[in-house]
């Protein structure tokens, strides 16, 4: 489980491909290195990261960088898959059982792509439209949360195959949106609160 409140930026350093999928080796932040004490690192292989919003479990670590590998259900659900050595990608490890939730449950589960269709910048603010299958957008209401590359947002409009944010400075100052532009495709997670409700309401037809 996740908040949808990066960490930190971390950069692709290597993809390589594998049977079944790719190897995503990356390097992250100094400060994801260490939990503080000497030798004490702040992740473990086998624990889970949310990059870009997709939750994968990290399967190595050697000489600062972290492995993980994404089969072909994730690279076709997400934007990993368009990923080059330099990129720069969000990164949040799984919240802990005593963590704060300063976001909304991020599951890391990601729904399918958007791509950026809007651009409005206002000052220093910019509001960002997407263009979302329909399916996605019938899960998402005005003053709901989404999670837009694993960024834990709010929305402003909602219309059958598009939603709308507005972006704070610092939000595009510290994340990958802040670089993200037209035309680019970026992972979607709707709130998990709208899926078991439509869930419901649907039944299982």
Known sequence: MFTGLVEGLGQVTAINKEPGGVRIVLTPPDFFLSDGVENVPSAQCGDSIA??????????????NWSFQA?????????????????????ERSLPVNGRLGGHF?????????????????ADWVTM????????AELMVPKGSVAVDGVSLTVV?????RFT?????????VTTLGQRAIGQTVNI???????YARRFLVGLS
């Open 106 to 122: 991020v599951q890391g589960h990601v729904d399918g792509v958007g791509t950026v269709d809007q651009l409005d910048r206002d």
């Open 157 to 161: 409009t909602v219309e059958r195959e």
């Open 51 to 64: 990059i870009n919003g997709c939750c994968l479990t990290v399967v190595s670590l050697e000489r600062g």
């Open 189 to 195: 997670e709707t709130d998990i609160l709208g899926k």
């Open 71 to 91: 089969g072909q259900e994730t690279l076709s659900k997400t934007n990993l898959g368009a990923f080059r050595s330099g990129d720069l990608v969000n990164l």
């Open 165 to 173: 944010v507005a972006l704070i400075p610092h939000t595009l100052s």
């Open 129 to 136: 439209g997407f263009r979302v299958a329909s399916e996605l």
